[in-house]
């Protein structure tokens, strides 16, 4: 009964193949509509803020290694000035003689800023019972881009992280 029970384990076990080697994806964690029931397109705000939280300040602190969008490693440093964005301005005074002047302007992103979060994954598929199994390779987080007038840009990927040394 034994020798039976190992070899359907055995089976099991090899119809199990790669289906995709690498697959990238994002996936929201707040939620773009307050119309949506809160597990939709969201993580639980407590959850998400302890999980960014927990990501940002490893990376901050040195505790992880952090790339860049070529996987290129950053140093503590480098990973301090992410989401940091200096803009220079001619600003025009509203009164009189209605002078021009240059400001600088410093903004820097917060936690809450991140609503999305990038999976680099590699997808397994039993081929007898058509279940997938999913592993981890990276995980970037992400945030919303607007240019000084509040015009969406685009995702601003932070950086990569890559929880087994995978490149």
Same mark, same amino acid.
């Given at each position: 009964?034994?020798?039976?029970?190992?070899?359907?384990?055995? +089976?099991?076990? =090899?119809?199990? +193949? %790669?289906?995709?080697?690498?697959?990238? !994806?994002?996936?929201?964690? /707040?939620? $773009?509509? &307050?119309? !949506?029931?809160?597990? %939709?397109?969201?993580? #639980?705000?407590?959850?998400? *803020?302890?999980?960014?939280?927990?990501?940002? *300040?490893?990376?901050?602190?040195?505790?992880?290694?952090?790339?860049? !969008?070529?996987? =290129? &490693?950053?140093?503590?440093?480098?990973?301090?000035?992410?989401?940091? @964005?200096?803009?220079?301005?001619?600003?025009?005074? @509203?009164? $009189? $003689?209605?002078? #021009?002047?240059? +400001?600088?302007?410093?903004?820097?992103?917060?936690?809450? @800023?991140?609503?999305?979060?990038?999976?680099? #994954?590699?997808?397994?598929?039993? #081929? *007898?019972?058509? %279940?997938?199994? =999913? /592993?981890?390779?990276?995980?970037? &987080?992400? %945030? @919303?881009?607007?240019?000084?007038?509040?015009?969406?840009?685009?995702?601003?990927?932070?950086?990569?992280? !890559? &929880?087994?040394?995978?490149?």
């Amino acid at each position: 009964m034994f020798s039976i029970f190992m070899l359907n384990s055995c +089976t099991r076990l =090899k119809s199990k +193949t %790669v289906l995709t080697q690498k697959i990238q !994806y994002d996936v929201s964690i /707040k939620s $773009p509509n &307050p119309n !949506y029931n809160w597990w %939709v397109q969201n993580v #639980e705000r407590s959850r998400r *803020e302890k999980y960014i939280s927990n990501l940002l *300040e490893s990376a901050y602190a040195g505790k992880i290694k952090v790339f860049d !969008y070529f996987n =290129k &490693p950053l140093s503590t440093e480098e990973v301090k000035s992410i989401g940091v @964005d200096t803009t220079y301005r001619t600003l025009t005074r @509203d009164y $009189p $003689p209605y002078a #021009e002047f240059d +400001t600088i302007i410093i903004s820097r992103f917060e936690f809450s @800023d991140i609503t999305k979060i990038r999976f680099l #994954e590699e997808w397994y598929i039993d #081929e *007898e019972s058509l %279940v997938i199994d =999913k /592993k981890v390779i990276g995980i970037a &987080p992400l %945030v @919303d881009k607007y240019d000084t007038n509040g015009f969406f840009l685009g995702l601003r990927l932070l950086f990569w992280i !890559y &929880p087994e040394g995978f490149k």
